[in-house]
């Protein structure tokens, strides 16, 4: 059976009305989408939900307060969560001057890492599909040296898995920020 997941970020004041992608890797339907506002993700992620999608990750700028209104309506066994930063994390969030080159990594069922970009003047998306902890650090380490601003990762990364991505980015720069949709 086909999971249907997405992942969904806020891009203010983007311009383009197709920052999307899906890939089919044969376990899961991923769907990334990009959208200018928290409302208009909101009742985009409700309509996803509607669709059959039953695992949603969010970007940062969301929180529990969103999380709970899109479970109020939701199937039973709907997941959403959203990327949380751990205190030191957050404060190289907070440190940012800019935010357009976010690096995005998601677990899926692929046997080497599957790179796919979203791209617009206002937010360059670089996503990639990793089969393992290892890619992913990897991953990770590759999207610290072409210049992402910040990373992401999807709730498959707890505490300690987020760390290790953490420990990753930092062998190349200190001051770009991981968070997790892993510890929400």
């Known amino acids: 059976m086909l999971i249907k997941y997405a992942y969904v970020e806020n891009v203010p004041d983007l311009s383009s009305n ?10 899961y339907l991923n769907h990334v989408a990009g959208l200018d506002g ?20 969010l970007c940062g700028d969301f929180g529990s307060e969103q999380v709970a209104e899109l479970l109020r309506d939701a199937p039973e066994g709907t997941k959403v969560k959203y990327a949380s930063y751990l205190p030191e ?17 998601i677990l899926g069922n692929v046997e080497e890492p599957v790179r796919r970009e979203l791209t617009a003047p206002e937010m360059n998306t670089h996503i ?10 990897a991953a990770a380490k590759q999207l610290a040296e ?15 898995k987020t760390e290790k991505i953490i420990a990753a980015v ?12 892993g510890l929400s």
């Open 38 to 57: 928290i409302e208009v993700c909101m009742d985009y992620v409700k309509q996803l939900i509607r669709d059959g999608y039953t695992v949603i990750n």
């Open 146 to 160: 072409e210049g992402a601003d910040g990373i992401e990762l999807c709730g498959w990364f707890d505490l300690e």
């Open 128 to 137: 990639v599909y990793v089969k393992d902890l290892e890619q992913a650090a």
């Open 18 to 27: 197709h920052y999307m992608d899906s890939f089919d890797d044969g376990e």
């Open 170 to 181: 930092e062998s190349v720069s200190k001051t770009i920020p991981v968070g997790s949709n």
């Open 89 to 105: 994390e957050q404060a190289k969030l907070e440190a940012l001057e800019q935010y357009v080159e976010y690096g995005m990594i």
